[in-house]
């Protein structure tokens, strides 16, 4: 048995019992894959994702229910963002049946370090990247799918706090017709400059612009952004620059299904985000998370008081009674393991 201490759990990683583990060689299939130790993976020097960054990862969660069942969250949704991230990078796509047998089989197998209900949830992350070795630039002859998981606390030791994020104008996330939609690994490499950046200046992370204007807001790092206005919920659309969160497209149903409030996809400026009701931010590690204080160059937005606002609060609770069966689940969105 494991020795975790469930009320210290942050967002970082534990060591588990396994991972799973499938391959793909030039003019074969991906394997049936199978469970290993959890631990190291050797490599070529020359492995394609070592040297060109041909990998893909996605990020969803199992939980521990009030009805002491074990869930997936919308894993349908990740195997579907995974299949064009790969396809985006010349990656073999692995086959949904087979990523659903592997999530299944690594959820199970590690069921003893998934939190207790109130404690957290089991962090689950697939990967598919290019292990042959290339010289010059091109696709790997050999690839490998993997699916490692760890326990995480909630992502705000105590209590949702509201976040402090900086406009970033001297750097982009990503380029119109680039990768930003998808979940490509280069793209988190590129964050880490601005993101630390940001944070020795005291921020909590970036919001990211449009390239392609410097005036519609895009994304916070690694989540996606929402304002509300005059009761109304705006998020930006889907453009290829954006990455489309899985807690996103949550949040837009639970939003019109549930709390029957207005939703809008549509650009929205610096200067309507500085004036919103509220704004916060989405995705798998984050939930629902409301920020509080915006600064742009020499401007600061101070939003709702720095507090939680009623919208952010509801979606935040609506999401997570969903996801640990608080309360029943109206889309179908659980999957038991
Ligand atoms: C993963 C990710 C999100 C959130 O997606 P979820 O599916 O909700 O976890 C948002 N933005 C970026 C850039 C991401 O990488």
């Known amino acids: 048995m494991n020795q975790i201490d469930w009320g210290n759990l942050t967002f ?12 793909w060689e030039n003019g074969t299939s991906w394997t049936g894959g199978e469970l290993i130790p959890f631990g190291d993976i ?17 990020g969803l969660k199992a939980f521990r229910t009030a009805k002491d069942r074990i869930i997936l969250f919308r894993p349908d949704k990740n195997i579907e963002r995974a299949i064009l991230s790969a396809e985006r990078l010349c990656i073999p796509i692995v086959p949904s049946d087979l990523f659903m047998d592997g999530l299944l089989k690594v959820v199970k197998d590690n ?33 490998t799918f993997l699916i490692y998981v760890s326990p995480v606390g909630p992502y705000f030791k105590s209590g949702i706090r509201c976040l402090n994020l900086r406009v970033t104008k001297k750097y982009h996330r990503a380029a119109p017709c680039g990768v930003g939609g998808y979940k490509t690994i280069g793209n988190y490499a590129a964050s880490l400059y601005p993101q630390k ?17 410097d005036e519609s807001i895009e994304e916070v ?5 929402f304002i509300v206005k ?9 453009g290829g620059s954006i990455l489309p969160g899985v807690t996103r497209d949550s949040v837009i149903n639970i939003s019109r299904e549930i709390l029957g409030l207005d939703i809008e996809e549509r650009s929205i400026s610096l200067s309507e985000m500085m004036e919103a009701d509220e704004v916060f931010c989405t995705g798998t590690a984050v939930s629902v998370t409301p ?7 020499d401007s600061v937005g101070i939003i709702n008081e720095n507090k939680i606002g009623n919208v952010t609060l509801a979606l935040n609770t609506e999401l997570i009674s969903i996801q640990k069966e608080l309360k029943d689940d109206p889309f179908g969105w659980l999957i038991q393991v």
């Open 230 to 238: 005059d009761k109304m919920i705006l998020t930006p659309p889907l």
């Open 42 to 58: 050797p490599m070529s020097p020359a492995a394609g994702v070592l040297n060109y960054g041909q990998g893909i990862f996605e």
């Open 291 to 297: 920020i509080g204080k915006i600064t742009s160059d």
């Open 111 to 143: 069921s003893e370090y998934i939190p207790p209900s109130d404690k957290g949830s089991l962090y689950i992350r697939p990967i598919i990247w290019g292990t042959g070795p290339v010289l010059g630039v091109a696709p790997a002859s050999s690839y």
């Open 197 to 213: 950046l940001a944070k020795s200046s005291g921020f909590d992370e970036v919001i990211y612009l449009n390239a392609r204007d």
């Open 12 to 23: 970082s990683l534990t060591p588990t019992k396994s991972m799973f583990i499938s391959h």
């Open 221 to 225: 790092g690694s989540a996606n952004i």
